[in-house]
């Protein structure tokens, strides 16, 4: 479907819609973020008279595999067009059919996030007029959400953080205006529907968000809980998760709140940051040089660090919302929240915890294993099966982590698999290799793209040393070889033992065994 150069003239001017973000994530993902323009922006002393208050809108699409009223695929990335049907186009007499997986996917999201399920919730049109949303009104909901009253907790200096969460809705996506990529792109404005109808929630967060640094916290444990859900991917990049955030200021200690500004688009958690910074400062400026702030939309643009007024935002009585006559109210009955409570994943929060107590490992080893629910999970099972579970987190950490980033790959994708990492692990503690020959196997497994037993089979099971005749000999042969250091070694300067075992680990092509050959070495010097 392609729009006339009437429609187009719409897009240049209402551009900056929140179902518009693709578009503007390819316009503001250039050049380098510069932060000494966010920080020239305001002098301390001035900003420090006042308080920011930070509310969050985070939309959120469900992975269900059809649409949220029709049977659609919401496959992403198929040709334009095509996952389209008379419901989701629009068509004059269809009738929408709610999609009983999405209300199961944004019921679990709710409970995850500690909301209130509502039994009964409503689904209500909110009217306005886009060239990507054929019906003329989306269905979302308005006063009567599925889900209110949640909570995340946030880290903050000195301790923990409560940021509540008003309401979770359940809504569909519009389309997506598409204004370049094709030979008329300079006078017509494509459209592609198949977006359109696709399941999403929107997570209503209290202005509980004092600064830009919380919002980012907020944002990033959002995401982490919605991933262990596995209600939604929250790919960014392919719109699965986007922000908008409302920013206003006011003078520290005054109750009412300031004018808010609403920043729109922004396709990553980094420049949400950002925009939220460059805005408080904005704002205060303003402010303090005898200004008004003015209730607007506004843009953020990565390159120059800066935020951009769009248009006056319309009030929430400008969409007519009225409930939608073509479905029922949604019933969630205690049975169905029961059923669906019993899917509820152990959250990361708690599983933090429990690595903490159960495994013995450090919570800041405990928070890198838990980054996603797959780690966590894989990361249990080897913990459980070897000797040492803390053996095993340190190796995650110690050696997988550290290859997995100069390769440039997740650690979903590793060569070494957790199973691996276990019976490495096992390899280590018992003895039977050192902790070179261990880094040597995992280079190797690494170069060759293999796991971890299949290359200690392809070298042959390498045994570090312990036979102790052997390394008695190799020692002899290395403080004969050496004796100006033996005397200096004598003399006192005991710091040479390391020399020694080094020439002795040489001597043995890495497979002694090093806590042996210390102990050899320190009778045979004495
Ligand atoms: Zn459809």
Redesign the pocket.
């Known amino acids: 479907m392609v729009m006339e150069a009437a429609a187009v003239r719409v897009v240049a001017v209402r551009a900056s819609r929140s179902h518009d973000s693709r578009r503007v994530a390819v316009a503001t993902r250039k050049g380098p973020y510069n932060r000494s323009v966010m920080t020239s922006v305001m002098e301390a002393p001035a900003r420090a008279k006042y308080e920011a208050v930070i509310g969050l809108e985070v939309h959120v699409q469900l992975l269900t595999a059809s649409?949220i009223f029709?049977?659609?695929s919401t496959q992403f990335g198929a040709e334009p067009n095509t996952n389209?049907?008379p419901?989701?186009l629009g068509m004059p007499g269809a009738l929408p059919v709610l999609n009983r997986r999405a209300v199961e996917f944004a019921t679990l999201a709710s409970m995850a996030l500690g909301c209130t399920i509502n039994q009964t919730s409503i689904f209500a049109r909110k009217n306005y007029f886009y060239p990507d949303l054929p019906k003329g009104y989306q269905i979302s909901q308005y006063d009567k959400p599925l889900a209110e009253r949640g909570v995340i907790e946030i880290a903050v200096a000195g301790g923990k953080k409560k940021i509540g969460i008003t309401r979770v809705h359940m809504e569909e996506d519009a389309g997506k205006s598409l204004h370049d990529g094709f030979p008329d792109s300079g006078e017509k404005t494509a459209i592609d529907l198949n977006r359109t109808?696709v399941p999403l929630i929107e997570i209503v967060s209290e202005p509980d968000i004092a600064s830009a640094d919380e919002a980012y916290e907020y944002l990033t444990l959002l995401k982490e809980i919605i991933l262990y859900t596995g209600v939604s991917d929250c790919n960014m990049e392919e719109g699965s998760l986007r922000c908008d955030a409302n920013v206003s200021v006011r003078p520290k200690g005054q109750r009412e709140f300031g004018t808010k500004v609403e920043i729109k688009n922004v396709n990553s958690f980094r420049f949400i940051r950002e925009a939220i910074e460059y805005e408080i400062g904005r704002q205060v400026e303003l402010i303090e040089s005898g200004g008004k702030v003015v209730q607007e939309t506004r843009l953020y643009n990565a390159d120059e660090g800066k935020t951009y007024g769009m248009r006056s935002k319309e009030q929430a009585h400008d969409y007519r919302y009225f409930p939608e006559p073509d479905l029922l109210p949604l019933v969630v009955d205690e049975k169905w929240q029961a059923e669906i409570r019993s899917q509820l994943p152990e959250l990361p929060e708690a599983r933090r915890a429990r690595f903490v107590s159960e495994y013995g490992i450090t919570a800041q080893d405990a928070g890198v294993l838990t980054q996603s629910r797959a780690l966590a999970d894989q990361f249990e099972a080897a913990a459980k099966a070897a000797k040492n579970p803390k053996r095993v987190a340190n190796l995650v950490q110690g050696e997988l982590a550290g290859r997995l980033k100069a390769k440039g790959i997740e650690i979903g994708e590793s060569p070494v698999t957790m199973a691996g990492v276990a019976m490495s692990a096992d390899l280590v503690e018992s003895g039977a290799i050192s902790g070179k020959m261990l880094k040597d196997l995992y280079d190797l497994a690494f170069e060759r793209g293999k796991d971890f037993p299949a290359v200690y089979e392809e070298e042959g099971r390498p045994q570090q040393s312990s036979d102790t005749s052997a390394l008695e000999k190799i020692i002899d042969e290395v403080i004969a070889g050496n004796p100006k250091q033996v005397e200096q070694y004598r003399a006192g300067k005991t710091t040479l033992m390391g020399f020694f075992v080094g020439q002795v680990m040489k001597a043995s092509k890495g497979k002694a065994n090093p806590a042996i050959v210390n102990e050899l070495l320190g009778k045979k010097l004495a």
Do not use: E
């Open positions: 649409k029709c049977s659609c389209v049907c419901v989701c109808g």
